[in-house]
Nanobody, 124 residues
Framework: QVRFVESGGGLVQPGGSLRLSCLVS????????MSWHRQAPGKEREGIVL????????YYVDSVKGRFTISRDNAKNTVYPQMNNLRPSDTAVYSC?????????????????WGQGTQVTVSS
């Protein structure tokens, strides 16, 4: 059974930083492309960053490019988005997702497994 444990969310002031983590168990983590998606109140879910399996190439949407960095530790089966210079518009529930045999797509339907989500609130 594939399980996700997400952590690292919370309340942060504008300009602050958070590092989320997503621990994946029950599957061969190395074979999965990992991504993070977020959903703000009243808005559709938005894919924001991905890290491809195999070569660890990354993709960021424009709204987070230069502020967010994704990395993975295969020994710990964990993927980390480091989020810097956070803005109130980054407030959302953030969820990680794992997709087998996919590359370079943030299309939610392509992902096989999802975490439960963690709340990030950026406010003064």
């Amino acid at each position: 059974q594939v399980r996700f444990v997400e952590s690292g969310g919370g309340l942060v002031q504008p300009g602050g930083s958070l590092r989320l983590s997503c621990l994946v168990s029950g599957t061969n983590f190395r074979l999965y492309t990992m991504s993070w998606h977020r959903q703000a109140p009243g808005k559709e879910r938005e894919g924001i960053v991905l890290l491809n399996s195999g070569d660890d190439t990354t993709y960021y949407v424009d709204s987070v490019k230069g502020r967010f960095t994704i990395s993975r530790d295969n020994a710990k089966n964990t993927v980390y988005p480091q989020m810097n210079n956070l803005r109130p518009s980054d407030t959302a529930v953030y969820s990680c997702a794992a997709g087998f045999a996919i590359r370079s797509t943030l299309e939610p339907a392509q992902y096989d497994y999802w975490g439960q989500g963690t709340q990030v609130t950026v406010s003064s």
